[in-house]
């Protein structure tokens, strides 16, 4: 059995250039980037090669951009014979592991995720919420500094990314007043993050029930591989189930520790962060640091990423070949 999990990055690893390399050394990747302009009928892939940085930041186009270049990269990995035994993706990349899996096609997964990074800006007006990361919380701490920094406002976790970060999401006040308390109960830092609205929290339910129809309209089939989920951090295969996962995981909060805790019970030794940065690559160092990975985001990382690819195929074909 292969030992390889694709891991898929979300919201805030973009940036201005992302995908140019790839789409001017592989003519999939192209293809791929054109396919996103036909699906989008405007040049996503001029925005993701050249920017500008500001329209780029943009929930609406940073979403369909990011799906666009996992995409691009996740089929140069598989033209090379690089298969994943399962795949994750971090928030938004879920759609991305979603393609990887054939449950649904790359073109309803563009307009899908455009519309809800424009559902998502639309739930809260701009200064109402805010997002923070609170680093290295004593364990324990958390639940009690929520419930006293709300104050009858939302904040909630957001993003359990790792043992040592915590993203917290809701109104801007009672984020302001959670990051001061977690300050005191002994947090090494408390920032506040640059983003359009306040993900992953009760404030997106808006948002959420606007996907509603438009995830109805598609259609899910049974993963090839399977899915670690960010709703339940559970392993999933059928098309309902990962329709349901996108529906809950708009407002709730995207359990990363637990989903690669998960996959390293389930025996994956190695993992490819497939499209822009490398963030994912960090956390699951941080969660697990017995599993091995690699990113791939352009060409040159490639030589790396075929050494992890070999490495699983050698330890799968001696899997099969034990008496």
Known sequence: ?????????????????????????????????????????FPLSQLCFEGPEEDLLKTENTQPALLAVSTAA???????GCQPAIVAGHSLGEYSALVAAESITFADALRLVQKRGRYMQEAVP???????????L??????????????????????????????????AAAVARAMELAKAAGAKRAIQ????????????????????ADLDAISFKPLVVPLINNWQARRITSGEDAREGLYQQVPNAVLWTDSILQLAQLGIRRFIEVGAGAVLTGLCR????????????????????ETTCQTDLAMSTKSLNKP
């Open 1 to 41: 059995m292969s030992e390889l999990a694709f891991l898929f990055p979300g919201q805030g690893s973009q940036f201005a250039g992302m995908g140019k390399l790839l789409a001017a050394e592989f003519t999939v990747a192209r293809r791929t980037f054109e396919e996103a302009d036909d699906a989008l009928q």
């Open 74 to 80: 996740c089929r140069v990995l598989k033209e090379q």
């Open 126 to 136: 701009a200064g109402v919420g805010a997002m923070a990361a609170l680093l290295k």
């Open 138 to 171: 004593p364990p324990g701490k958390l639940g009690a500094i929520l419930s006293e920094a709300s104050q009858g406002e939302v904040v909630a976790a957001a993003n359990l990314n790792s043992p040592d970060q915590i993203v917290i999401a809701g109104h």
């Open 193 to 212: 993050l640059n983003v359009s609205a306040p993900f992953h929290c009760p404030l997106m339910r808006p948002a959420q029930l606007n996907l509603r």
């Open 286 to 305: 941080s969660i697990d640091p017995s599993l091995q990975g690699a990113k791939f985001g352009v060409p040159a990382d490639l030589e790396k990423v």
